[in-house]
């Protein structure tokens, strides 16, 4: 019943539909919006990494003027449960619970303690003030490399030590593999934790009307079906007195995936006084309690034959994951996903890997952009690289001896991955073609003319996207891995929808609206598609794992696909005529010649004004619901490769992105300038990652990184140009063919910039194996190798 | 137009002042909390939730408003400061059409996403195009460098500033 046409929307480039409102200053950001009898809420969050909470006063914080209530776990515990993490797919993970309040002990630093509501925010922090904490300080689990030695501090005194989960992957003669190899490569690659930086941060407003015992959430967030569904199980509440409502979302990334400690215990508040509340996390809270990412100290070698043929990986993740798995899908994915596409470009034919994740007294770990993909990249192609460079051989002819020919596919490889559709050595061909080469060498003469030391650095990838439901319903855990859209035909002709995708500012939505809109013979502007409320939108998965373009847009292909047959049986029924006879142009209902019939709007006029005109009463279904989820590949892989042109200046060691490259392959691309956008936002944060942005903490665990100026960010004027261009492999499991676009660019970024620095530095015999390259390790590097 | 003062930053008493400015061409007259930022100030005291607050120590720029004629931080400034100013939020930009070009190449080339740094970026785009900044890149990025955007990369930003300096009046 999937009406194929010849595509007229799908493939060109448009512009989001709401950007021309978000450019005017006409966004409604949920700081934008306050209700009636509001009150602000200030968390008063822990100094200390560790402590246990001896007592507290609060008498003279709630003394003050305008402050209406200060609120401790105590407070709460009769409303809300804590948070604890369960996930059947980590057996054994050790999974503390996490009141939303600390409950005498404080495991992190930034971890809420307290939580005052007044008229404003700002008398709400002069109410901070006047809380009095008694706390004893305890010791405190912070590197991750030695968290499981004997001795070491731990994170949660009542565990037995600081392992929260340990795990195995592996396939093939591994032990062979090495014990045969004409070449092995080695490193242990380091990297530092960053996060996601939402330029806005995370917020949300609940209101709690006692009257109907409704719990209304307005919150900057990309899961608004996954947070109702435990919002609901914490504050035990049914799902139908629970509404989330994600207005438009300054930037997400991940970061506003999770359902956090501060964000429940505020509509915890709302439940109990009876009054909406707003909270708005500052920056500072922001560095300290959104989820960071990454953190890994990796050891990685890799076999190769006498040919110089890749045999067979062997690496050892130690993945610190902070004070709790994050909640609800465990920060232990970020491990799982570090290693699992490890060597994925590549035919291998063994691989081994182990993981431990460990407790630690700093901020939890989350899902963030390219979940584990860049530490994957970063460890493979560097040790790609290695490899080359110990051979004597070119980078790129390496690497087109090496991929997964096209005609080996479908492939499980020995990691397990099931690698289907992929295009390694198109992409390869077309990034040649996409760089001019001689340019390049023009470029990287005129740097050495400069002083400088220039590096030319390639990444190719695997990013694995549109995960299905064996990622976490498999482990119990309440995430969708499908989504729904529902559409209606209204009275002027145009159709209605509800997607249940997250519109973040990636532009699912409209591109949701055109897929419906070709289905339809529509022009774009005639259909409409919301998302982002529980109420009306029905459930799914949101915006995660890249899934609006392979996953929320079949489904709306499959709703088009429904209404555009129940139109046709509502025409014929009025028109005394065959539904296959008919069609759809230009909305109207034509027949066979082409000649309108009955326009849209005339019909649906007809069901909804006159429904005693068609025979027998029967109205057309003119409001329909399509739900997609996939029932083969556990994801849909996507692949390509990126190249990075750096120079260093050798006596600052700041290193200067001059180029990037990327060609990428999502399958069949249905909005070019989208797709475009989101490959260059990615790959910038991936430069940030490889360059810049660090969540430093001490070795007591204090965070050193609480401001925006400590904490580095891209800027416009540091970051290069950057060339996109695409192979389409349509995916062969959906109509649509599409894959995930939107984390490619990071995937394999920061390894491209690495490789790159490691090219410039490749003639002083030294190398860097450490995200973020630093001014400082540029140097030592360098020192280094004037020592030697 | 009058500031809805009344809730609830009227109950922070300790210490507030009159002030009295211009704000998109109107006359407003209002009482502020001295410890008040102007960009806090605009939007909970005035409504004009355009300027956004990023970081609120003067990094990001997305709370950036024009006043008395040139770009700044309205989180770095006290809405006491702005006693007797001439204000132009990104509503007062948007509603005087000087903006509509160089939007137009904006939502044209996806030099936004999310859009939370857009208002501010448009703001010192334009101030960048008045001050007779060309199409040359390398200088469209320095003049954009006080302006952090997470979604774009920038490329795309630059791209509209750009094509907005080629269309530019002075330019003909």
Known sequence: MTAVRPPRLIGQPAPRPEAARLASGAGAYVDDVDLPRQLHAAFLRSPHPHAAILGHDATAARALPGVAAVLFWDDLAGVVTPLQTRHAGFPGLVSPPQPPLADRRVAYQGEPVALVLAASRALAEDALEAIAIDYAPLPAAADAATALDPGAPKAHPDLPDNLCWAGEISGGDVDGAFRDAALVVAQTFRFTRHTGVTLEPRGLIAAFDRASGQLDVRISHQQPHQLQVYLADLLGLPMTRVRVIAPDVGGGFGIKMHVYADEVAVCAAARLLGRPVKFIADRLESMAADVHAREHVVDARMALDAAGRITAFDVADRHGLGAYTVFPRSSTMETVSAVRTIGAPYAMAAFRARMQAVFQNKSLIGQYRSVGHPIACTVTEALVDQAARTRGEDPLAFRARNYTPGAALPFTNPAGVRLIDLSHAACHARLEALMDRDAVRRDMADARARGRLPGLGFAAFVELTASGSEAYGAGGVAVAAMDSVTLALEPDGTVKGEASVSEIGQGIAGTLARVVADALALPADQVRIATGDTRSAPHGGGAWSSRGAAIGAEAALGAAARLRAAILAGAAALLQAQPETLDLADGAIVDASGAPRLTLAALAQAALFRGHEFPGGRLPQLAVAHQHGRAQDRAVPTNGIQAALVEIDPGTGLVACRRHWVVEDCGRILNPLLVDAQIRGGVVQGIGAALYEACRYDGEGQLLTGTLADYLLPMAAEMPDIAVAHVETPYSGSVLGAKGAGEAGTCAAAAAVLNAVNDALAPFGTAIAELPVTPVLVLDALARRQAA | ?172
């Open chain 2, 1 to 172: 137009m009058s500031a809805r003062t009344g809730m609830p930053d009227s109950l922070d008493t300790k210490d507030s002042v009159d002030i009295s400015c211009r704000v998109n061409g109107e006359t407003v007259a209002a009482r502020v909390p001295v410890r008040q930022s102007l960009v806090d100030f605009l939007r909970h005291g005035l409504g004009l939730t355009g300027s956004h607050v990023g970081c609120e120590h003067g990094v990001c720029g997305a709370c950036t408003i024009v006043l008395d004629g040139r770009c700044v931080r309205g989180c770095l400034l006290l809405a006491a400061q702005a006693d007797g100013a001439e204000i132009e939020t990104i509503e007062g930009a948007t509603a005087s059409g000087r903006l509509d070009a160089l939007r137009a190449e904006f939502v044209t080339r996806a030099g936004l996403q999310c859009g939370f740094c857009t208002p501010g970026m448009l703001l010192t785009a334009a101030e960048f195009l008045d001050a007779g900044g060309g199409p040359d890149r390398s200088e469209i990025r320095d003049a954009l460098s006080g302006n952090y955007c997470r979604c774009t990369g920038y490329h795309a930003i630059v791209d509209a500033v750009e094509a907005a300096a080629r269309s530019h009046p002075r330019s003909a």
